[in-house]
């Protein structure tokens, strides 16, 4: 009894949370959508005058952010999921090691088995000494699955693996860094995600907007989907306008140039390169989706990108089922799926890559599983994205702190 009630509230949670996602990406109207709108816009007020009042700490030295001596590069955005950051990070993480850069990725992780804040007080309590960071990959071999990395950091290591590029999750990303220079020698570091962590000093800030929707509605979480104030622009060193099809919409770049003159704007595409099999070694070209009857599910912050890259590519879906970003299947959420694709006739299965390494390997449907696999590339002139390559190689390792 007690475990079916617990199996409710899980389910009514995610219905609400749900309903509040719509909310946010302006999926729902009418009088309950409006009344939500309006409470979680004055929380969106008060969150928005604490992101102020703490970057102002920051930037007036009342907090200070603690240098690593080695090139930190900064790869995150200004809004919470969507942007294609974790493509950008691996492009970015290869042609680094290319130019002979020992890179190491450093995360937070999400949802990953991380130090609680329960264990950390403990461990203060009793004066107990502090766990290493988990280290994801060596450079040489993935070391741990994805329940306890993170779906992100995971994904990531996986197609790094055998590169030289070192993985690492840890929330104080500051321990992070020096575990990385003690244990693996590192001179580069990506700091996944860290645009809001500003305990970590960094040299170099790449900032990540979408072209489609670049600010939401302009809001600040929770009512929209900014982590802070569009004026924040002014942070980066580097603008990489993603998913983008030719260059930046002229509205965007006026946007960006009015909070940042200065800053180097890269356009960039994320292509949809290949089909491949969930645990499997098929690999399929995009082309095979052409007439197909596909069943799509997903748990990321933007479903519709993800359905679009099928539909573009000739498939029908006839069955789609939309979880909450960064979600954890259950065994119901996977026979959910699969019972809809047979009902369906579906042909085929497909997910997103983030998604499938966080799908149990009991899930075996009796039709191909697939992911599609995406691939960054530099549009139009590559003259400011190698600008940034250049930047991070051959610059000093210990320069000033970026603007906060």
Known sequence: ????????????????????????????????????????????WIFEVLVRLRLWLYRNRLFRDTPLGCKVVVVGNLTVGGTG??????????????????????SRGYKGASDSMLKRFWRWMTQGSRPDPLVVS????????????????????????????????????????????????????????????????????LLLVDSRDPFGNGSLLPRGVL????????????????????????????????????????????????????????????????????????????????EEILTGNGAKIVANRRFLDHHSFADEDLDEVLEQAMQAKAEMIVTTEKDAVRLQARFRPPIPLMFVRLEVEILGD???????VERICLGPSTSSPTVR
């Open 1 to 44: 009894m007690a475990a079916k009630h617990r199996g409710f509230f899980s389910s009514l949670g995610e219905v609400v949370a749900s309903y509040a996602v719509d909310v946010v990406y302006e999926r729902r109207r009418g009088p309950g959508a409006a009344l939500l709108g309006a409470f979680l816009k004055v929380l969106s």
């Open 85 to 106: 950051k974790t493509p950008i990070v691996l492009k970015m993480a290869k042609v680094l090691t290319d130019r002979g850069r020992k890179v190491a990725i450093l």
């Open 138 to 205: 060596d450079g040489k071999t993935v070391l741990v699955g994805p329940d306890e990395a993170g779906d992100e950091p995971y994904m990531l290591a996986q197609n790094l693996a055998g590169s030289g590029v070192v993985v690492i999750v840890d929330r104080d990303r500051v321990e992070g860094g020096r575990f990385a220079l003690r244990r693996f020698g590192v001179d580069t570091i990506l700091l996944d995600d860290g645009l809001q962590y500003l305990p970590l000093r960094g040299q170099i800030n």
């Open 227 to 306: 982590r802070e104030p569009i004026s924040n622009l002014s942070r980066a060193s580097y603008v990489f306008v993603t998913k983008s099809v030719g260059a930046p919409d002229p509205s965007l770049v006026r946007l960006i140039r009015k909070h940042n003159a200065k800053a180097e704007i890269i356009a960039c595409s994320h292509s949809a390169r290949e089909l491949v099999e969930v645990d499997g070694p098929k690999r399929l070209p995009m082309s095979d989706l052409m007439g197909r009857r596909v069943a799509a599910f997903s748990g990321i912050a933007t479903p519709e990108r993800f």
């Open 382 to 388: 590559a003259e400011g994205f190698n600008a940034a």
